[in-house]
């Protein structure tokens, strides 16, 4: 029995060590599995998770990036290299060399360094990159020679377009399916957003890597020079907007518009008005122009830049075609007529509703002719024609600058600029740039804010562009109040606020006394209809070669000298006008200044010619049009500055009565004074504009239709339509200081949060309308109830409502159901993937801002698209220099993007809102219940 019992122990003993195993290996499994879990679960985890992803996404775009790059140099360079070797070339070897610089060293570069990147990715999990940008770090000096001459390669592509041959050539090229539409200009560009993306990319990295990490004192010294190549970039590339937006613009006509192919040319704004057609009496009926909004027949697409105005048709396929007559026209030669009242056209207000405008054109070899064109709001009307008089304004001085100089005081324009050393040579608080203005002055590169609102106020000349950058983005680097505060002081005290330089260079010393002759009190040009004060009026004599010869001279006594030609700067309004070909000329070849040009009826003149010749009078009126002209841009396009600030709007209104009160005040300044005053005084909101807090309130609507009932285009209108509203609420000031990524966003930018978590709610919406079906047949209806929904929304130039649907059915709820897709029809799945293309993210959403460019507004874009060039923008360069001097041309690439995302909020939608579609409160659900379904 012992023996028996021995074998029982063992086996006992036997069990019993298996079963301990079993529970010791169980009960390490459990602790190793929560171990995992926990650290699966944990921030160290979650950052190298989005480390890998950052990685993984910077792979994917140095292989888009190197792709561009042999695209441009094997679609582009090489082929152009072949055919400036041909027996007729049309383009030199300089030439070609001159506009495509290193870029092809630059792509052997890229090469190697996404070589790297492949091999290290070959390495996952054990991901090393500092080592690869030790290596790239060194190299990115060949970029120097691209970015100093980027500018100089736009300027040569620009002149050899002028060549019918090679412009032909190179829209073969461009029509390479590899292209993708992309033009020549834009594969130039790539290299100069690159490194900023690198920056971008390490910035990331950096948010993401433990402070003890290997790498992170490389990567850190990575960024850091990254930044400092990149701050030259961002000059560079802010230079250069102008000319290739000038270039895209003169692609889209089908005509072509030499005049764009002028790099001295700036754009200033686009967008669709009404042309109203040449009647009878120039007469037009509420039902025509009823028939004229329905059917779109006098649409025009028009373009506004510094030296013309452009008036286009659309065609179905995007492409724009000039108007015949009238489709060109020279500010020169243009007169603005902004309230035309009842002498012009006897129901003009009536049937308009004064939102009507007026452009008399007066060429110097054909008939005079007059356009009206109509705007679609009144405050758009009001951002119109503050432009183009401004516009006027600075083409006029300039065309007298190269005269009154030459033929006044034998002064000539260069040495006019080059007498003030304080417009173009650096100093301590200001530094220029290479590239002029719109007033032919050096653009500023990095000033103090003082030297900016000394700019702002130089009563010599004022740019357009620089006012719009400036009013765009005064926010970052000064306050209202103290904007407010420097004009305040012009008009007050000009003699101590303005520069001792400037006043004296304001009066040049006159070699000779000129004749003295008034211009006879019964011209027509006296009874013209002005819109801004013109103090200080200049006209053209009507000599056989049409020159426009002026004279600034002083009419009275010789111990005056003669008015500088920046006398005319401030005064010469927009509206002043030209004579009419015919008219009988003046009685010299001389026109005096005149300073009661533009009042309506001769008795109006000042009799008091002491005062009209004294300086401090032209000073005072001077003064008094350049803060008018200032308040007039700022209170017509940026309203909103107001209407957020009570205080500022008092302070401004008190201004506004203070210059009324002055008895010396011109007519035409009274006038503009009372219309500023209007336009401050007025509603905020057209009577047409529905608002955002009245039309989101969806709880109180009644209850929604099912949605088999509504049709496609039902909910597709009503989706653009609230899309729109959302976007357009959006006030500029919130674009600034990434406000959108900080910890307090939804203080900082409440709008554009509401915009964002509209998105999600749309998105949230489509699926939950998909899921709420339980049989396969009726989800895969929905789908495809979905996707046309999408394709009328890109009809209506809704992308962000594409983006919203698209999205939707792209994700893992809706995505995972491989039955209901298999039921889904091919040409529905063909047209969801034509939709997605339209607005990928890849490249930049190039897709996308290629479509944009090719559509009228109203359209609603993709928020995020802008909202990552602003990010790019502030990640790659900062506000501020190291001697605290404001980064101006960060700021005009900054206002080149509001001012694009403000041309889409201007423009709204003729679709009626119905409460029936908009109540989405009974279907909407979140994204936990979707995916639970």
Same mark, same amino acid.
């Given at each position: ?131 690869? @940008? ?16 980027? =500018? ?34 834009? @594969? ?27 790498? $992170? ?40 518009? #030499? ?5 001295? +040319?700036?754009?200033?704004? =686009? ?9 009878? %009496? ?18 025009? +697409? ?67 002719? /007059? ?21 006027? #304004? ?33 100093? /301590?608080?200001?530094? @220029? ?9 050096? &653009? ?6 003082? %030297? ?86 200049? !006209?053209? /004599? ?61 008795? +109006? ?5 002491? $005062? ?68 401050? !005084? =007025? ?222 909020? &201007? ?6 809102? &119905? ?19």
């Amino acid at each position: 029995e012992s023996p028996r019992l021995g074998v029982t122990s063992e086996l006992q003993l036997l069990v019993y060590a298996t079963v301990q195993s079993f529970m010791r290996g169980w009960l390490c499994r459990r602790k190793w599995k929560t171990i995992v879990q926990d650290y699966i679960c944990s921030p160290h985890a979650e950052s190298m998770r989005k480390r890998n992803q950052i990685v993984f996404t910077m792979v994917e775009a140095e292989s888009e990036y190197v792709h561009q790059l042999y695209i441009l140099v094997n679609g582009f360079l090489r082929p152009l290299r072949m055919a400036a070797s041909s027996k007729k070339p049309p383009i030199s070897h300089d030439d070609v060399s001159s506009i495509f610089l290193n870029s092809e060293t630059i792509m052997f570069l890229h090469e190697i360094f996404h070589q790297g990147l492949k091999a290290r990715i070959a390495n996952w999990p054990t991901l090393i990159l500092a080592d690869l @940008f030790d290596i790239l770090l060194p190299m990115l000096n060949i970029y120097q020679e691209f970015v100093r001459n980027h =500018q100089y390669s736009l300027q040569v592509l620009a002149n050899c377009k002028q060549n019918r041959d090679f412009d032909k050539l190179l829209k073969q090229y461009e029509a390479n399916p590899a292209c993708e539409g992309r033009m020549l200009e834009t @594969f130039l560009t790539y290299p100069m957003f690159q490194i900023p993306r690198y920056i971008i990319t390490l910035h990331e990295l950096l948010a993401h890597t433990p402070h003890e990490h290997v790498e $992170r004192k490389s990567l850190e010294f990575a960024k850091s020079k990254l930044e400092e190549l990149s701050r030259v970039m961002h000059d560079e590339v802010s230079d250069t907007e102008n000319i290739r937006k000038n270039l895209a613009i003169e692609r889209m006509i089908v005509e072509g518009c #030499d005049i764009l192919l002028d790099t001295s +040319q700036t754009f200033i704004r =686009q967008g669709s008005l009404i042309q109203v057609p040449s009647v009878e %009496r120039g007469k037009l009926s509420k039902v025509r122009l009823g028939s004229l909004s329905l059917k779109k027949e006098g649409e025009r +697409q028009c373009f506004l830049f510094t030296k013309h105005f452009l008036i286009c048709t659309r065609s179905s396929g995007g492409k724009l075609h000039l108007l015949k007559t009238g489709g060109v026209l020279s500010l020169i030669d243009c007169t603005l007529i902004e309230e035309p009242d009842a002498s012009d056209d006897d129901c003009s207000g009536q049937v308009f509703g004064h939102l009507d405008f007026k452009i008399v054109v007066e060429p110097p070899d054909a008939a005079p002719f /007059t356009v009206v064109l109509l705007a679609p709001s009144r405050q758009e009307k009001a951002a119109w024609t503050s432009d183009i008089s401004q516009c006027v #304004d600075n083409i006029r001085c300039n065309g007298l600058m190269t005269i009154v100089f030459e033929e006044n005081s034998k002064v000539t324009v260069p040495h006019m600029i080059k007498s003030d050393a304080r417009l173009h040579k650096d100093d /301590t608080d200001i530094c @220029f740039s290479k590239t002029l203005n719109s007033c032919k002055v050096p &653009q500023i590169r990095y000033a103090s804010v003082e %030297r900016l609102l000394e700019r702002l106020t130089d009563l010599r000349f004022l740019s357009i562009d620089f006012l719009n950058t400036f009013l765009h983005t005064y926010r970052i680097f000064t306050t209202a109040a103290v904007v407010l505060g420097k004009l305040s002081d012009i008009y007050k005290r000009p003699f101590t606020s303005i520069p001792v330089r400037s006043l004296e260079l304001f009066f040049a010393t006159s070699q000779n006394n000129r004749g003295e002759h008034l211009v006879d009190g019964k011209s027509p040009r006296l009874c013209r209809k002005f819109s801004s004060p013109p103090p200080l009026a200049v !006209s053209r /004599t009507s000599s056989p070669v049409r020159a426009r010869k002026l004279s600034l001279t002083s009419p009275l006594n010789s111990r005056i000298g003669a008015l500088d030609l920046t006398t005319s700067s401030a005064s010469s309004s927009p509206t002043t006008t030209h004579s009419p070909a015919g008219s009988p000329p003046p009685h010299t070849g001389k026109v005096p200044l005149d300073l009661s040009r533009g009042l309506s009826s001769p008795e +109006q003149r000042f009799n008091n010619t002491e $005062r009209t010749c004294d300086k401090e009078f032209i000073i005072r009126r001077s003064a008094t049009n350049r803060v008018l002209n200032v308040l007039r841009h700022w209170v017509s396009k940026h309203a909103q500055d107001f209407e957020l600030n009570n205080e500022l709007k008092m302070n401004v209104l008190n201004l506004l009565e203070e210059v009324l009160r002055d008895p010396d005040l011109l007519p035409q300044e009274r006038k503009a004074t009372a219309n500023i005053l209007r336009a401050l !005084s =007025q509603d905020d909101q057209d009577d047409i504009h529905l608002k955002l807090e009245d039309i989101i309130q969806l709880t109180d609507c009644p209850k929604a239709e099912c949605f088999e009932t509504l049709s496609a285009m039902e909910l597709a209108e009503q989706i653009t339509l609230l899309d729109h509203i959302v976007f357009r609420s959006i006030p500029y000031e919130e674009f600034l200081g990434q406000g959108w990524m900080k910890l307090d966003k939804n203080e900082r930018t409440p709008y554009i949060m509401k915009t964002s978590q509209h998105f999600n709610d749309m998105s949230n919406l489509v699926a939950s309308q998909i899921m709420n079906y339980a049989d396969v047949s009726s989800r895969a209806n929905a789908i495809e109830k979905w996707v046309a929904v999408a394709d009328i929304c890109r009809c209506l130039h809704n992308y962000n409502g594409v983006l919203e649907i698209t999205s939707a059915l792209n994700r893992s709820a809706i995505y995972r159901l491989k039955k209901t897709w298999a039921k889904v029809s091919k040409q529905t799945k063909a047209l969801m993937d034509k939709l997605q293309k339209t607005v990928s993210s890849e490249g930049r959403f190039k897709n996308l801002r290629e479509t944009l460019k090719n559509c009228n507004p109203p359209a609603v874009p993709y928020l995020g698209m802008y909202l990552t060039d602003l990010a790019f923008i502030e990640e790659g360069t900062p506000n501020f220099t190291e001697e605290g001097l404001v980064n101006f041309s960060k700021m005009r690439m900054i206002s080149h993007i509001i001012r694009e995302i403000r041309q889409f909020q &201007q423009t709204s939608f003729r679709i009626d809102h &119905q409460p029936k579609v908009m109540d989405r409160t009974c279907v909407l659900m979140d994204a936990s219940q979707i995916h639970f379904l």
